[in-house]
């Protein structure tokens, strides 16, 4: 895949202070349209170009493996968590930056909330939305205060954004929940939306009502 329509790479360019590193939670299917694929490409080229390092799944696969080899490509630093039995399937990136290997699923969700600095939702599956889901559930109960993206890239997300829309109407969830995360339809706006988020803490009395 081509970049020739992004910007060329500024070099002088000051990234945040506080944001080093960037978790995207994605795909690891390869039959998924060609669009979705192309907007992994493109968010790993932008988030190696701020010079942040991308904390993923580990996988060489899917949207997740394009997503390390344009980071890759680009000169940025990728670093995969993958729990030890999936090896066994082959599907383990053999040249990221850094690979671990954890003993559980947990194990590795934990490592890559620790080890990130803000959250990148990219169109996915089961597995992105049972992280997606703990990692708002870890913000709305105070056990970190990072910025979440959900990228709703050509859609994807609109059925699960009207229920959660849906779970705050019918007071299953308060309404400063909408605050715990923000909503972008383009990759390009992804690193300025992570700069500006707010480091304000979630109030974790507002879960209660």
């Not at 890239?153 to 308060?174: C, P, Q, R, S, T």
């Not at 939306?193 to 209660?208: H, L, T, V, Y």
Request: proline share 3%; hydrophobic share 40%.
């Amino acid at each position: 895949m081509t970049h020739d329509l992004l910007e060329p790479k500024d070099t002088s360019k000051h990234k945040a202070s506080d944001i080093n590193s960037v978790c995207v939670y994605c795909a690891s299917s390869s039959h998924v349209d060609g669009k979705y694929k192309d907007s992994a490409d493109l968010l790993g080229v932008l988030l190696a170009r701020q010079g942040w390092k991308i904390v993923y799944g580990g996988a060489s696969v899917g949207l997740m493996g394009i997503l390390a080899d344009s980071a890759l490509q680009e000169g940025g630093e990728v670093i995969g968590i993958m729990p030890s039995h999936l090896r066994d399937f082959e599907v383990d990136h053999k040249k990221l930056t850094e690979m671990y290997f954890v003993d559980s699923m947990h194990s590795r969700k934990q490592m890559m909330v620790e080890k990130s600095d803000a959250f990148v939702i990219l169109p996915g599956g089961f597995g992105t939305l049972d992280e997606t889901f703990e990692l708002l559930t870890w913000k709305q109960i105070g056990l970190h205060d990072k910025p979440i993206i959900i990228a709703n890239v050509h859609n994807y997300w609109d059925k699960l954004l009207i229920l959660m829309e849906d779970l705050i109407e019918k007071k299953f969830a308060g309404a400063s929940n909408r605050d715990m995360f923000k909503v972008v339809d383009n990759i390009h706006d992804i690193p300025d939306i992570i700069m500006n988020a707010p480091k304000a803490k979630f109030d974790i009395k507002s879960k209660w009502m």
